[in-house]
């Protein structure tokens, strides 16, 4: 008789890069941040009567399509950093514009800053995801990171809805802005993790 094959028992390190899930929530963020303009920006431009509000995003669209070519290049040269941190910052301001917005203007400029902020920030966190894998962990280090663009999607939407029951559409807004520059945070305590693998490693 042939002997059984071993069953190899699936492990969670071999679904979850373990060292990307700060990356992959940084990058839930950008994603719910994004959710909550698409869901939640038509029904604050209705309840404060700013019309035409839905060039936010035409403005953010073609923001993407012009910055993060650009983004891409310049984190080649300098790394994430120079990219994620203005990232964080634009589209935590962009969620505050919004929140105290009564007219097109600061529309737009919310518009342009999500765009600068969203084409970016998550670009550059999947970008370095890949980085940081070797070759036959590539497929998991991408899925973790796609794991947080996924689970924003799913959550942003409720909890804009959520918040803005409790606090109204202004407010939601820029609570999810309190939330996008808690990424910086988030980013400060990967650095502390990757300066600490690297004396390790030395």
Not at 94 to 102: E, K, L, P, R, Y
Not at 136 to 144: D, P
């Amino acid at each position: 008789t042939g002997e059984m094959p071993k069953r190899h028992s699936l492990r969670l390190g071999e679904l979850f890069a373990a060292e990307l899930l700060m990356l992959s929530a940084i990058s839930v963020l950008f994603s719910v941040m994004n959710g909550v303009a698409s869901s939640y920006l038509s029904m604050l431009g209705d309840e404060r009567g700013i019309a035409n509000i839905s060039i936010f995003f035409t403005i953010s669209s073609v923001a993407v399509l012009l910055i993060r070519p650009a983004a891409g290049k310049l984190q080649d040269k300098k790394g994430l950093s120079i990219v994620l941190i203005p990232s964080l910052i634009l589209g935590a301001a962009a969620m505050f514009c919004i929140s105290v917005s009564w007219g097109i203007l600061t529309i737009i400029i919310a518009a342009l800053l999500k765009g600068i902020a969203q084409s970016s920030g998550q670009a550059a966190i999947q970008a370095d995801c890949a980085r940081r894998s070797p070759m036959n962990r590539r497929g998991v280090a991408m899925s973790t990171c796609y794991l947080g663009s996924d689970v924003g999607n799913c959550v942003g939407a409720s909890l804009g809805g959520w918040l803005s029951g409790l606090f109204g559409y202004g407010t939601m807004f820029g609570l999810i802005g309190v939330m996008v520059a808690a990424g910086l945070g988030m980013y400060g305590i990967q650095i502390g993790i990757d300066k600490k693998n690297k004396k390790g490693g030395n």
